[in-house]
């Protein structure tokens, strides 16, 4: 595969696809909408080509070294190579073709990218615009499913009422007491007789101890079985990362040499290797908004539009 048919995939997951010294390629999206004749557009994606933004931001070198089975160093000479053919191709005026994104052509001293038409073209959406269907009848609806509701409650607290009554009517304690005999003087006797002291009556047990010794058993054995419970260690979770990049090099000693420029002008500036490539961040933060406010803080105050911001992964403590 060709490296001019790699850029339309990587453009289907960055927004921003650099080619080092030439310009990037940059990916917006047009949310969906709702017209005023009820229909939904999808949202679409327009490719354009920004000639400011040289710096390599690493998106093309990722995906080639994902999808390679050379190493780092050799898949940069590559790309290097490539970038110097193509800039020369570019000089002398010739369209370079990208699948599935468009031609891109040098005219003067401006770039023209004209749109692909092929089936992957990320320019062109493959949803139609869709029709809602009109809300009549929904209020109609909506009463009688909660009129059929009520009734229905009512009749089911009907069912159950009368058959708790039947129940109850007919339960052997309801027919005992139909059929027990009204006193009589022998029944008045047996009262008497069992109200007599001289009759033993049967001992109940007291159980307050049987519960108390039952419950040191259950605690001994909680106690043992937490014992001999281990404890697995949790696995770390990871949480997604903002830096703000002044700047991107495949040599330690560049990334320095631009730190130092940032350090001078007292700003906190540190080299991190993100996605195989050094990077110089002006900043961290685990919110997105958070990280673009500053961003452009960054820009305005050194008067410097390609700052832009990575994320990255870190894993919580």
Not at 122 to 146: D, H
Not at 297 to 302: A, G, I, T, V
Request: aromatic letters at 6%; glycine letters at 6%.
């Amino acid at each position: 595969m060709r490296i001019e048919e790699c850029v339309q995939y990587v453009l289907l997951k960055e927004q921003y696809v650099s080619l080092p010294t030439i310009g990037s390629f940059v990916r917006e999206t047009i949310p969906s909408y709702i017209d005023g004749q009820h229909q939904i557009h999808p949202p679409q994606h327009i490719v354009s080509f920004n000639e400011e933004r040289t710096f390599d931001d690493g998106a093309l070198l990722k995906y080639l070294m994902h999808h390679s089975t050379l190493d780092e160093e050799a898949v940069q000479r590559i790309l290097n190579k490539w970038i110097r053919i193509l800039q020369q191709n570019l000089d002398r005026g010739a369209p370079i073709y990208f699948q599935g994104v468009g031609i891109l052509k040098k005219d003067g001293t401006r770039f023209l990218l004209c749109a692909d038409t092929s089936q992957l073209n990320l320019t062109v959406t493959g949803l139609n615009a869709l029709v809602l269907p009109k809300a009549k009848g929904i209020g109609k609806r909506k009463r009688q499913r909660t009129s059929v509701g009520v009734v229905a409650a009512i009749s089911i607290s009907i069912v159950v009422v009368g058959l708790l009554l039947t129940y109850w009517l007919v339960s052997p304690k309801g027919e005992l007491q139909k059929k027990l005999p009204p006193p009589t003087a022998e029944n008045n006797k047996m009262d008497t007789l069992r109200s007599d002291s001289t009759v033993q009556s049967l001992t109940i047990p007291d159980t307050t101890i049987l519960n108390k010794e039952t419950q040191q058993i259950l605690d001994s054995t909680h106690r043992q079985v937490n014992a001999l419970r281990v404890e697995t260690p949790r696995p770390a979770k990871e949480k997604a990362v903002y830096y703000i990049v002044a700047g991107s090099f495949s040599s330690r000693e560049n990334a320095d040499k631009l730190k130092s420029e940032l350090t001078q002008k007292g700003y906190r500036a540190e080299v991190r290797k993100i996605t195989l490539m050094y990077r110089v961040t002006l900043g961290k933060f685990y919110d997105r908004k958070t990280g673009i406010k500053e961003m452009n803080k960054r820009r305005s105050e050194l008067g410097n539009d390609s700052y832009w911001l990575i994320e990255s992964v870190e894993k919580e403590q």
